[in-house]
């Protein structure tokens, strides 16, 4: 089992910035991909930003490209989101997810098996 928990949600301002952390613990060794996605109130739960289990690649939704930015850290088994330049439309609930995958980068939920409980993210106009 792996264990994930999100952390540095809030309430920002347009044009504010957030840094999101994820701290992974139990097997952590399994751990390949981990992804960030959003859930917005009446809309389904998509992938903002992943990357791989060496930072070897990282995937960014056309929404983020340029503003958010994914690290990781596996000496700390975590992984960062820094968001810039934050807009009213990032508003969302934000999960980590953990693949055991160390071959490419999902972008499917499904490939995900492990799940943080969600962090909020609000931006006001």
């Known amino acids: 089992q792996v264990q994930l928990k999100e952390s540095g949600g809030g309430l920002v301002q347009a044009g504010g910035s957030l840094r999101l952390s994820c701290a992974a613990s139990?097997?952590?060794?399994?751990?390949?991909?981990m992804g960030w996605f959003r859930q917005a109130p009446g809309k389904e739960r998509g992938i903002v930003s992943a990357?791989?289990?060496?930072?070897?690649?990282?995937y960014y939704h056309d929404s983020v490209k340029g503003r958010f930015t994914i690290s990781r850290d596996n000496a700390k088994n975590t992984v960062y989101l820094q968001m810039n330049s934050l807009k009213p439309e990032d508003t969302a609930v934000y999960y980590c997810?953990?693949?055991?995958?160390?071959?490419?980068?999902?972008?499917?939920?499904?490939?995900?098996?492990?799940w943080g409980q969600g962090t909020q993210v609000t931006v006001s106009s």
């Open positions: 997810a953990s693949a055991p995958t160390r071959l490419y980068l999902p972008r499917l939920r499904a490939s995900y098996d492990y």
């Open positions: 139990g097997r952590t060794f399994s751990i390949g991909t």
């Open positions: 990357i791989g289990w060496n930072s070897s690649g990282t």
